[in-house]
T-cell receptor
């Protein structure tokens, strides 16, 4: 089974609109972390936001927020007031076994977001 | 403050040749990671170091792959007897982790093309 599932291969969104990128995950660990990264055409992975499994509040970082629904095992990224510079690939990732020193990030297949002027 | 750097940025080689990539992490970071990303996929974990110790290796890291971090600073990833299936982007990341939420900072990657 896929550990990280991103079901939207591509999305087109009008500039200034909000956009939600879906991510579901699969783990039996109690302690894990969820990450979102942005990858522009230049190739570099840029960290956006982090949510810990024990965090009670949804994470927010500027225009980015993470809609964390633990029972549904979903961690959707919400970008408010989208900008042309938001056009990129977006990857959801998970690090399991935080209590056991696991370091590996497992990534989904990504969503290509295109912002339309 | 410089980020993670990787050299070369692009490498074209013929099948059967050996290649070596270098990664310079952010200076105070004690953890260093290597990932591989093929077209249309997310990065896949290869290996990671804590200081100079290589603590985990993925099954993806076949016998032809070797990674080192001799002084706990920069790291090298060598691929021997390259195959066309090795064509990918090789990403390096670093972190300084004393809690579970410290992100991994990625470099720009080395794109390998095996002809």
């Amino acid at each position: 089974a896929q550990k990280i599932t991103q079901t939207q291969p591509g999305m087109f969104v009008q500039e200034k609109e909000a956009v939600t990128l879906d991510c579901t995950y699969d783990t039996s660990d109690q302690s894990y972390g969820l990450f979102w990264y942005k990858q522009p055409s230049s190739g570099e992975m840029i960290f956006l936001i982090y949510q810990g499994s024990y965090d009670e509040q949804n994470a927010t970082e500027g225009r980015y927020s993470l809609n964390f629904q633990k029972a549904r095992k979903s961690a959707n990224l919400v970008i408010s007031a989208s900008q042309l510079g938001d056009s990129a690939m977006y990857f959801c990732a998970m690090r399991e076994g935080l209590n056991f020193g696991n370091e590996k990030l497992t990534f989904g297949t990504g969503t290509r977001l295109t912002i339309i002027p | 403050d410089t980020g993670v750097s990787q050299n070369p940025r692009h490498k074209i080689t013929k099948r059967g040749q050996n290649v070596t990539f270098r990664c310079d992490p952010i200076s105070e970071h004690n953890r260093l990671y290597w990932y591989r990303q093929t077209l249309g996929q997310g990065p896949e974990f290869l290996t990671y170091f804590q200081n100079e110790a290589q603590l985990e290796k993925s099954r993806l890291l076949s016998d032809r792959f070797s990674a080192e971090r001799p002084k706990g600073s920069f790291s090298t990833l060598e691929i021997q007897r390259t195959e066309q299936g090795d064509s990918a982007m090789y990403l390096c990341a670093s972190s300084f982790r004393d809690r579970g939420d410290n992100e991994q900072f990625f470099g720009p990657g080395t794109r390998l093309t095996v002809l």
